[in-house]
């Protein structure tokens, strides 16, 4: 089980839902199963209106996601993801600040989720 904090000037306060860890549900699907008015459009990595921050709150090593191909060039053509950070994903394991709600995958950890409201815009 895991907690996702969802937090964004379009909530009147954070709002945090239990999400089953494992079951491969996309942190999108989790907002829209829980009526958290995350922006999309694609749903497929491509159009980058459900960039968010992802900060783990858990005192564990925040746990590694793999960036795919698609997600890093949504996120760098949209210039949330640096040349630096692409490297510590690569090198270190350690994931980026900002991710796509559509391409994350939610494991078994404390998450707080931010976003603005406005597609594309954290
Ligand atoms: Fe288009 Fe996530 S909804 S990138």
């Known amino acids: 089980m895991a907690n996702v904090t969802f ?3 379009l909530l009147p306060k954070d709002v945090t839902v239990y ?3 494992g ?5 999108l699907k989790v907002a829209q199963k829980n009526k958290i008015p995350l922006p999309f459009e694609c749903e497929d990595g491509n ?3 459900c960039v968010m921050e992802v900060v783990s709150l858990s005192d564990k090593p925040f746990m590694a996601q793999d960036l795919t191909e698609k997600e890093r060039a949504t996120l760098v053509a949209a210039g949330k993801l640096s040349k630096a950070e692409i ?4 090198v270190n394991d350690r994931p ?3 991710r796509l709600a559509c391409q994350y995958i939610v494991r078994d950890e404390d998450i707080l989720v931010r976003f603005s409201g406005e ?4």
């Open 87 to 90: 490297e510590e994903a690569v």
């Open 7 to 9: 937090s964004s000037p």
């Open 19 to 21: 999400a089953v860890a």
């Open 47 to 49: 159009c980058g209106s």
């Open 23 to 27: 079951d491969t549900h996309t942190l």
């Open 119 to 122: 597609p594309g815009v954290v």
């Open 96 to 98: 980026p600040r900002y």
